[in-house]
């Protein structure tokens, strides 16, 4: 018996990193085993912010479902597909966007603040779709009724306006859909090899799908304790971006690494070298798996195939009764 069913999606571009594995999808590998899931590449939500040169989006599709697919999600388990591949999410986006106060939209923290941070960049999204990023989000989840949804702390307020909207269009058109849950993720956010929060915007990353010899050159360059100068200083991992890594990767030697590091008995170079094997080791089978899936991309395309045909079933049987109590049918 299931504990439900779950959606959850991630944006296709291209710079999958170690930080998105560690913080969601591992957490979705562990969920398959207990909830019915539909896991989407969300590329009209990548559409959102970038808009403007879309030509590199079917390999990024492709990449990601490499990504997932070594990462551990099992396309029998679950429903894997491509967003823009199932219509019914783009129908059921206009009919609640006809519901959906203005002020709602605007009021979502997150949206001031990206709008601030990519204008910076210079990128021109003063646009209906980026406004409408988080009711696609809502169209998204309640097209399958999910009921529980996976999010990190920054999500909660699109969860918030995804139960409203849910709300208000039970109260206007009867009950269709169920309130979706929060579920949220207890892993802390990764660093990256600069110390700040690993993200794809700071090209601080460490790629998922990063070979051996670029996982060693990537610890290389990780900043320590900026106060350890000599071989011979104590260090304090406590400030160190390679321990954090080590508190991940090498936790049965943990406490071994932690004496060496305050006595000075190994020194950055050597701590890195250790930490690099145990990342390589770690992440062998997933990247064994992604060679497979790479010599057969026919394989990938025929799961996306599949799972979008499983997603339609259930899109179509919702719309259905959207249509039906909209008086659409
Ligand atoms: P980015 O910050 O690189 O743009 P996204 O916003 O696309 O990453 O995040 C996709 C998913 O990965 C989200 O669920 C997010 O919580 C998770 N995630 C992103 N960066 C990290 C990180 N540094 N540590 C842990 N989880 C992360």
């Known amino acids: 018996m299931k504990k ?24 979705w590998v562990r969920l398959q085993h207990d909830y019915e899931c539909f896991f989407c590449i969300v590329d009209w939500h990548a559409l959102t912010s970038s808009y403007e040169d ?17 990462g551990g999600l099992d396309p029998e388990k679950n429903v894997i597909f491509v967003q823009s591949h199932v219509k019914e999410h783009a129908e059921l986006h206009l009919l609640l966007s006809m519901i959906t106060p203005l ?26 779709g980026f406004l409408g990023y988080p009711e696609l989000m809502t169209a998204d989840i309640i097209l399958y009724k999910a009921d529980t949804v996976p999010v990190g702390e920054d999500q909660l307020p ?24 929060a579920k949220l993720s207890q892993a802390p956010l990764l660093p990256g090899i600069d110390g ?23 610890v290389r360059l990780m900043v320590t304790d900026p106060q350890r100068v000599k071989k011979t200083d104590p260090g304090n991992p406590d400030v160190c971006t390679v321990h954090t890594f080590h508190k991940i ?22 701590c890195k070298k250790r930490l690099a094997e145990r990342m390589v080791s770690a992440l062998a089978d997933i990247h064994v ?31 259905e009764e959207v249509r039906q109590v909209m008086h659409l049918s």
């Not at 923290?109 to 960049?121: F, H, I, M, R, S």
């Not at 998922?208 to 670029?214: G, N, Q, T, V």
């Not at 990767?249 to 050597?270: H, K, Q, Y």
């Not at 497979?292 to 997603?311: D, H, K, M, S, W």
């Open 4 to 27: 439900g069913r779950i959606f959850s999606g991630m944006q296709p571009s291209g710079k999958f990193h170690l930080g998105n594995y560690l913080g969601a999808l591992e957490n």
């Open 54 to 70: 879309t030509r590199r989006l079917p390999e990024h599709i492709h990449d990601m479902a490499l990504d997932w697919l070594s």
């Open 103 to 128: 002020s709602w939209l605007e009021r979502v923290p997150t949206y001031k603040d990206k709008l601030q941070q990519l204008g910076a960049q210079g990128k021109e999204i003063n646009t209906y």
């Open 158 to 181: 699109h969860l918030e306006l995804c139960r409203e909207i849910v709300r208000r269009f039970n109260h206007l058109y009867g009950e269709v859909f169920p309130e979706p849950q």
């Open 196 to 218: 700040r929060k690993m993200s794809k915007s700071y090209g601080n990353e460490i790629p998922f799908a990063a070979s051996p010899e670029d996982l060693r050159a990537r």
């Open 249 to 270: 990767f090498s936790r049965d030697e943990l406490d071994e690494i932690v004496m060496s590091c305050r006595n000075a008995a190994i020194g950055c170079v050597d």
């Open 289 to 319: 798996r992604r060679a497979e899936l790479e010599a057969n991309p026919g394989r990938v395309r025929e799961i996306l195939a599949y799972g979008a045909e499983r997603a339609r079933q259930v899109a179509a049987a919702t719309m």
